[in-house]
């Protein structure tokens, strides 16, 4: 069974495949590369879009009050505040292309967590094509892994195996080296469900990750001590 095509995606869960610390993801937030997202449901709104006049001023162009419930943007300024809060009272929204929705009567803000935000599909998209290949600093780790000698023996992988064991690498640099198998498989690019799969060529593989059983991964501590060196 394949996975679902998601229409958006949870920020921590991106977050965690991006390997983002905070201050990167304020910053890109901050600069306007990357838009945040929040799903209403049910709530009561007047729906508009924005024009502009000749001298370049724009105003608001009321349509229409009634029960909105699907995905909606984030200001700037309340996602900014909401990265460093953790929380934020919002009361206007942005809709692509270039409407707003603003609540109404008794429904005057909806409180937006953290663990609300959401990235629209096609937003992950352009900031991983477009973004992310322009701020990234140019990373070798993974031609570490594509052929190399361990404890005597020679092992030779994939690109794409060489990522994942690249993430596993970085992820033990950091000091968290047990990473979920899935989130590997996605950060290196795998179209691969499970980590067998990517490896099933190469089952030598199993000596140099160790797996807990659980869904989790990480590189033998000796092969990461070996490659940090």
Known sequence: MGRIRKAYYTLDELVEIWRFPEADLRYVVENDLLGLSFRLVGSWAEVGEYESTEEGDWFSVPHEHLRYDGLVDLHKRDAIALLRDG???????????????????????????????????????????????????????PKLFENFTYQGRTYR???????????????????????????????????????????????????????????????VPGLLRRQAA
Do not use: C
């Open 157 to 219: 992988f994939t690109p794409t195996q060489a990522r994942v064991l690249a993430f596993f690498f970085e992820a033990g640099q950091s000091g968290k080296p047990w990473q979920r198998g899935k989130v590997a498989l996605t950060a290196a690019g795998s179209s691969s469900l499970k980590m067998g799969d990517l490896f099933k060529r190469q089952p030598e593989w199993r000596d140099i990750v160790e797996h807990d059983g659980r869904g989790s991964y990480r590189l």
């Open 87 to 141: 929380r934020v009272e919002v009361a206007h929204f942005a809709i692509r292309p270039n409407g707003y929705a603003l609540l109404l009567r008794d429904e005057e803000y909806v409180v937006v967590n953290r663990g609300d935000v959401l990235i629209r599909s096609e937003e992950r998209h352009r900031f991983e094509t477009e973004v992310m290949s322009s701020l990234m600093a140019p990373v070798e780790t």
